[in-house]
């Protein structure tokens, strides 16, 4: 499967494809909840949710006092953007 180009809007991306991305960057779906995932990396974990108009991210016990720390992503930002500032960490 070929993405489109990463400068393009998220919105642009058909749902097989940003389902596809997602693993591809270390996701995985919540097989109960098709449109929550989870990611885990060395020094953060975030909850991911694909919401209507933008993708939800909850990074897990990383703010002040272990509190969460969640960020919202309008779908028309790129991936290429979505991606940096994403799976950057919080």
Not at 59 to 85: C, H, M, P, T, V
Request: hydrophobic content about 35%; aromatic content about 10%.
């Amino acid at each position: 499967m070929t993405l489109p180009s990463a400068d393009t809007p998220l919105y642009n991306h058909p749902l097989h494809e940003i389902e596809q991305w997602l693993r591809s960057q270390g996701c995985e779906q919540d097989p109960t909840v098709p449109h929550s995932w989870r990611v885990a990396q060395a020094d953060w974990q975030a909850q991911l949710w694909l919401e209507t108009e933008e993708l939800t991210v909850l990074y897990l016990g990383q703010g002040e006092n272990g509190k969460d720390i969640q960020r919202s992503f309008k779908y028309s930002l790129s991936r290429e953007d979505i991606e940096a500032a994403v799976f950057s960490g919080p």
